[in-house]
């Protein structure tokens, strides 16, 4: 199969348990699902703009899910989120325009720098959370009140869209690291926002697909590859306290390996 249709009940069922896997491995790894979903569709058969335009079906859902959590908790600031958003819609444009005039080797390319890139980025990451953890606390946060934070938040946010748009991911893999080392907001605080901000950033990038060209985004495939995550990350949550820090690092760092070297070779084949 070259090309996956949005009809193909076939595929569709196919989706839905490697969506439970791709909840457990993000659950467990701690990485969005951006990094996972675009090579599951493309393994099953859509094309490269597919996959990325797909992905982002995927990923509102989920976001959409943990925003709503964060928002019972009355653990969401709204005006970081909109600080973050509205320069990420701008810039979302920017990516899909790129992803959408990429030849399909080199989109697919890059996706697999990004997933080696990741390895970096979220490593950062966890460093952060631990320093934060030893520390006891980051310098504490307040919201952005003068124009140099505003900025920043609003750079981060510009970063984000483009990513969000040319690579099918939510920006999280930068928005988290970056609010804490530049803005030393609390690395869960970062992570509330990154969800909150991602839903509309998503939003956004998926109806500028739909826009340039319709049949690039499977909204079926993409909800139930975004419901099997959901259930699968119920199970992967409760199993990450089972496993050594060092075991998660060791799978996280091989699976994304695996991933970059997967896409290079299918990007190769083209």
Same mark, same amino acid.
């Given at each position: 199969?070259?090309?996956?249709? @949005? ?11 490697? #969506? ?9 790894? $701690?990485? %969005? ?12 058969? @859509? ?18 899910? #943990?925003?709503?959590? /964060? ?8 005006e970081t989120v909109s600080l ?14 790129? @992803? ?14 990004l997933q080696i890139t990741a ?10 959370q631990k320093d934060e953890k ?22 981060? $946010? ?6 969000? %748009? ?5 920006? $999280? ?16 605080? &970062?992570?509330? *926002?990154?969800? #909150? ?9 998926? &109806?500028? +697909? ?5 049949? /690039?985004?499977?909204?079926?495939? %993409? ?5 099997? &995550?959901?259930? $699968?990350? *119920? +199970? ?13 690092? =060791? ?13 290079? =070779?299918?990007?190769? @084949?083209?």
């Amino acid at each position: 199969m070259t090309q996956l249709s @949005a009809s193909s009940i076939l595929s569709v069922l196919h989706l839905f348990p490697i #969506g439970i896997v791709v909840g457990i491995i993000s659950a467990l790894l $701690g990485i %969005g699902g951006g990094l996972l979903y675009v090579p599951a569709l493309a393994a099953v058969g @859509a094309s490269p703009i597919q996959s990325v335009a797909t992905s982002l079906v995927a990923i509102t859902l989920g976001a959409i899910s #943990g925003t709503i959590q /964060n928002l019972q908790m009355k653990s969401l600031k709204l005006e970081t989120v909109s600080l973050l958003t509205f320069p990420a819609m701008l810039t979302t444009e920017i990516g899909v325009s790129i @992803a959408r005039a990429l030849p399909s080797k080199w989109l697919l390319l890059s996706f697999a720098a990004l997933q080696i890139t990741a390895i970096w980025l979220i490593n950062f990451k966890n460093k952060l959370q631990k320093d934060e953890k030893k520390a006891a606390k980051i310098e504490s946060y307040q919201s952005p009140g003068d124009s140099t934070p505003i900025l920043i938040t609003q750079g981060i $946010g510009l970063i984000a869209g483009i990513l969000s %748009g040319l690579f099918g991911v939510g920006g $999280g893999i930068v928005m988290v690291p970056l609010q804490v080392l530049l803005l030393k907001m609390p690395i869960k605080q &970062s992570v509330q *926002t990154s969800y #909150g901000a991602i839903v509309l950033i998503s939003l956004w990038a998926v &109806s500028r +697909y739909v826009i340039a060209d319709s049949t /690039n985004v499977l909204i079926l495939p %993409g909800l139930m590859l975004g419901v099997g &995550s959901l259930l $699968g990350a *119920t +199970y992967g949550a409760r199993l990450l306290p089972k496993l050594s820090d060092n075991l998660v690092r =060791f799978l996280f760092t091989c699976l994304l390996i695996i991933l970059a070297v997967y896409m290079s =070779f299918k990007a190769l @084949a083209l």
